[in-house]
């Protein structure tokens, strides 16, 4: 036994659609509820949600959209139905309360409205999630390299801001092919970039999650750029294999059949974040690794000279560690075909650059 009407009200008539209240001012209104059972004023309210939900829809068809998003169809259905029964709900004891009929033609009316506009707010916050996720996808595109799908130079300055922000320890390296320049002479730009996609992958496969805080690519050309946190031993430890990789890959070009190879080596410049005091915004980092590279590769070579033999190494902070050894660009290097090599030089890599 529940009292659900004040004592104003004697009887409460439901059928289908309608509920209608006998003012009674002497006698209080008692319901007897079966147990386990939604009150019949629960299920009015729900049927009013539904058919003034459905009502709108019929009136206002370009609002059916927002209910055609697969999964989300049955939950936002839901959520609207549930809200429409909550003012259903409140109009209902609001008529109570003052003795009128119900459900009458005015709020039926309001409930068709109440829908209409719970539809447009659905409505305008599926528009901004959708502007959302696709700002997301543009941003993470802004940052991206078109051809390696590493970060570009855009991510690389950020990510620089945030280590000078947090003044902490770190170290910057940047890796630049050796002699690049005649593998876009001798075999065209095409080639040239299939095999920078190779390098990065070779990069991304080699540099552990631990090592650095960020790997990319610095411009258009055939640099290569992290940063870490280590210290200048593992920094330069994290350099060796690098460098060591990029100089075992056989870097394949051409498509079908038997495919030519290419061998390469590399110049890794390091150099070591002084603090924002004595470099506010890492360019005498930044340009200290420059000069590595000028100390690794000397003067440039005649780019004319197929036979020209390679320089670099690695060098960090000024200090040569490492030195490449030289060999020809025209050295014999077996022809083998993409069935036969790594997953290094056939485009697939293990590991997923992710963007922050």
């Given amino acids: 036994m529940n009292i659900v009407a004040p004592a104003q009200f004697q009887k409460i008539f439901f ?28 299920r009015l309210a729900g049927r009013l949600a539904e058919s003034a939900f459905e009502k709108s829809l019929e009136k206002y068809p370009e609002l059916k959209g927002i209910f055609t998003d697969g999964n989300s169809e049955n939950f936002l259905r839901a959520s609207v139905i549930k809200s429409l029964r909550e003012k259903a709900t409140e109009y209902m004891n609001t008529a109570r309360e003052n003795g009128e009929k119900f459900p009458s033609d005015s709020t039926n009316e309001k409930l068709e409205v109440d829908a209409k506009d719970v539809c447009c707010v ?62 876009n002479d001798n075999d065209g ?10 390098v990065a992958i070779c990069i991304q496969d080699i540099v552990r999650e631990e090592d650095a805080i960020f790997v990319g690519r610095y411009g258009s050309g055939d640099e290569f750029v992290m940063l870490a946190n280590a210290t200048e031993e593992d920094v ?86 490492e030195k490449n050894p030289s060999f020809s660009l025209n050295k014999d290097i077996p022809n083998i075909t993409r069935s036969n090599v790594s997953k290094i030089v056939t485009g697939v890599s293990s590991k997923t650059i992710i963007h922050q």
């Fill in 189 to 198: 730009h095409e080639a040239g970039n299939e095999v920078l996609k190779q």
């Fill in 236 to 321: 330069c430890k994290i350099a060796g294999r690098v460098s060591k990789a990029i100089k075992e890959t056989p870097f394949i070009i051409g498509n079908n059949g038997t495919a030519k190879t290419i061998r390469l080596t590399a110049s890794i410049g390091i150099s070591t974040f002084e603090g924002k005091e004595n470099d506010p915004d890492g360019g005498k980092m930044l340009k200290k690794a420059d000069d590595c590279l000028y100390i690794l590769k000397g003067t440039k070579p005649d780019m004319n000279n197929v036979q020209q033999e390679r320089r670099g190494g690695i060098a960090c902070n000024g200090e040569v560690i």
């Fill in 15 to 42: 059928s289908e659609h309608r509920l209608v209240f006998d003012l009674a001012p002497e006698e209080n209104f008692i319901q007897n509820e079966k147990p386990d059972e939604e009150p019949d004023s629960v």
């Fill in 122 to 183: 659905l409505a305008f916050r599926k528009k901004i999630s959708e502007l959302e996720d696709e700002n997301a996808k543009l941003k993470v595109q802004s940052r991206t390299d078109d051809l390696t799908g590493l970060p570009n130079h855009r991510a690389f300055s950020e990510h620089l801001k945030d280590g000078i922000e947090r003044n902490g320890p770190f170290h910057y390296l940047i890796t630049d092919l050796d002699e690049f320049k005649q593998v």
